[in-house]
């Protein structure tokens, strides 16, 4: 069983900036794409970003220009960094990683941007 573990998120100010972290527990499984979805109070999951094994990245509209994702896949580790944090950037933000088999998600963090 593969879990995902996430770190990074917390509460910024507007402007500000966090670098969001997911790693897996197992290093020895090959990993297609990675990414990340985020959850709005009271609205539905939607993708943020997301990246190939090849390094080929996909952003949502709202991110784009603000936040980048990243992988590291000797870690089996994805990253976003988060810039020019807004308040509707305020959700659950969670990873996910994809095998040919399986797709696995980690267990979310917060991130609240208080104005």
């Known amino acids: 069983q593969v879990q995902l573990m996430e770190s990074g998120g917390g509460l910024v100010q507007v402007g500000g900036s966090l670098r969001l972290s997911c790693a897996a527990s197992r290093s020895s499984f090959s990993i297609e794409d990675m990414g990340w979805y985020r959850q709005p109070p009271g609205k539905p999951r939607e993708l943020v970003a997301d990246i190939t094994p090849g390094g080929s990245t996909n952003y949502a509209d709202s991110v784009k220009g603000r936040f980048t994702i990243s992988r590291d896949n000797a870690k089996n580790t994805v990253y976003l960094q988060t810039n020019s944090l807004k308040p509707e950037d305020t959700a659950v933000y969670y990873c996910?990683?994809?095998?040919?088999?399986?797709?696995?998600w980690g267990q979310g963090t917060q991130v609240t941007v208080s104005s």
């Open positions: 996910y990683m994809t095998t040919t088999a399986n797709v696995y």
